[in-house]
């Protein structure tokens, strides 16, 4: 079982850029997908992107702003966020799968979350 720790998550302005970093503890990452999710305020968790050992996905909607990336040596994945506008302001969740199918479900494990806040 993958432990996740995701940080990163601060108060920033519109148009800033920030990266979201997700720890892994207690197996290698070389094994997983992990994806992002986010759950704004009064609303559903959504998908964001995801990474897996032969791909990544990111959903339509942010597309050319967010970025995963990974660090097998560091055993961390990264989610870079640029040019951020307040309907970004969420709580970020990494999850891991054991497969690279079907990268937006299916996540066994998530992390606690960390708070991302855009002002305009």
């Known amino acids: 079982q993958v432990n996740l720790v995701e940080s990163g998550g601060r108060v920033v302005q519109a148009g800033d850029s920030l990266t979201l970093t997700c720890d892994a503890t207690?197996?290698?990452?070389?094994?997983?997908?992990i994806g992002w999710f986010r759950q704004a305020p009064g609303k559903d968790r959504e998908f964001v992107a995801a990474?897996?050992?032969?791909?990544?996905v990111c959903e339509d909607s942010a597309k050319g702003r967010f970025t995963p990336s990974r660090n097998n040596d560091k055993n961390t994945v990264h989610l870079q966020i640029n040019n951020v506008i307040p309907r970004d302001t969420a709580i970020y969740y990494c999850?891991?799968?054991?497969?690279?199918?079907?990268?937006?479900?299916?996540?066994?494990?998530w992390g606690q979350g960390t708070q991302v806040t855009v002002s305009s």
């Open positions: 999850a891991d799968k054991q497969n690279a199918y079907d990268l937006r479900s299916g996540y066994s494990y």
């Open positions: 990474i897996s050992w032969i791909t990544t």
């Open positions: 207690g197996d290698t990452l070389r094994r997983y997908s």
